[in-house]
């Protein structure tokens, strides 16, 4: 069941990332009034991204090696950024930026090091 959920939240999760790359200039405006930077909002949303897809994967192979499935997760962000990328070069007031990539992936690296302490807690509870 657990893993069901994970997997739902990962589709939300894209959806989600989709519609807002869908939003032309009043997103940026947003972003902008709330203080935070453009490659931050991409840091944190690939981040927790990367984290989500990376339990799904847990616990739909709990088996499997940890370095695989955190290497997939990663990867598949990324790929998922660059998709995000050229998406948004198609979208009024947006554009395709080397520098929202890098936010991406770093982003991608870092809610892998959240998922394993997470796992890492799982693991040493049950």
């Not at 989500?52 to 950024?81: D, E, I, M």
């Amino acid at each position: 069941m657990v893993k069901w959920l994970l997997w739902a939240a990962v589709a939300a999760y894209v959806i989600g990332i989709w519609w807002l790359s869908s939003q032309g200039e009043q997103i940026t405006a947003k972003v902008d009034a709330a203080g935070i930077t453009d490659f931050n909002a991409h840091f944190i949303l690939f981040g927790g991204l990367s984290f989500l897809l990376r339990l799904a994967l847990y616990f739909t192979w709990p088996a499997s090696p940890g370095w695989l499935l955190s290497t997939s997760a990663a990867a598949g962000t990324f790929a998922y950024g660059a998709i995000d990328e050229w998406h948004q070069s198609f979208v009024p007031g947006r554009g395709a930026d080397a520098q929202d990539l890098t936010g991406d992936l770093i982003g991608a690296l870092g809610g892998q090091l959240l998922a394993a302490l997470c796992i890492w807690g799982w693991r040493r509870l049950f």
